[in-house]
């Protein structure tokens, strides 16, 4: 179980270019933001190493580390240490998990997304995923309902060591998903179209973790 007050994880849109870098460095200039999942267009592999040098500053430059999962078929572990990132992000694949610990050892951290099933997040773990991200958007753009993903995120927070991330789909969902002892919030649309700009949704973000620490 956490001791901490969870901290927060952005998700960014699928990019296809650099031009998202000043959005991304004003959400993480409030250095609230401990970690950012960039994910990348399909592109080849030196366009992404490319992609990923030009974009990955703009986090780790405030504190935050930065993981990178692709849409298309690229050599992530590849891509995350030619182009600086601290990690990879994956769909659930335990088999795949483990390939990329062997290469990776304890460089770079791997989280893992797309989790179906209790046993699935259990072998997942038992893989060397470092965390698990509960909740995020289908493929489809819908999402769990929030009192699945509570459900969850409290399940595997309070039994297993390996940290989780609860993927909030608005910031009224962000208070419910702390209370679960999950070690991270994650927050993607509702920052970055947040009317007042990405920094104002971290901020708001932020002070409800801060709240919610407070009131244990």
Not at 88 to 109: F, I, M, N, Q, Y
Not at 190 to 201: C, F, Q, S
Request: proline content about 6%; charged content about 25%; overall charge negative.
């Amino acid at each position: 179980m956490a001791d901490t007050a969870a901290r927060l994880y952005l998700i960014t849109p699928v990019l296809e270019d650099a031009s998202f870098a000043p959005r991304l460095a004003e959400a993480c200039g409030t250095g609230a933001v401990a970690a950012v999942l960039l994910r990348l267009g399909p592109a080849d592999e030196r366009s992404l190493i490319n992609l990923v040098k030009a974009l990955a500053p703009a986090a780790q430059e405030h504190g935050a580390a930065v993981l990178v999962s692709s849409e298309g078929k690229a050599d992530l572990a590849n891509v995350a240490a030619r182009g600086g990132a601290d990690g990879v992000h994956v769909p659930g694949d335990p088999t795949l998990v483990r390939e990329l610990r062997e290469r990776l050892k304890s460089e770079r951290a791997i989280g893992v997304g797309a989790i179906r099933t209790r046993d699935d997040a259990m072998s997942l773990g038992e893989a060397g995923a470092d965390y698990l991200l509960f909740g995020e958007p289908r493929p489809d753009g819908s999402v769990p309902s929030l009192e699945s993903v509570v459900e969850r995120a409290a399940w595997w927070a309070e039994i297993f060591e390996t940290p989780c991330v609860a993927y909030a789909p608005s910031l009224d969902a962000v208070e419910a998903l702390a209370a679960t002892n999950a070690e991270f919030v994650a927050l993607g649309d509702a920052v970055w179209t947040h009317a007042d700009g990405p920094a104002a949704a971290v901020k708001a973000a932020a002070e409800i973790l801060e709240r919610q620490e407070a009131s244990r």
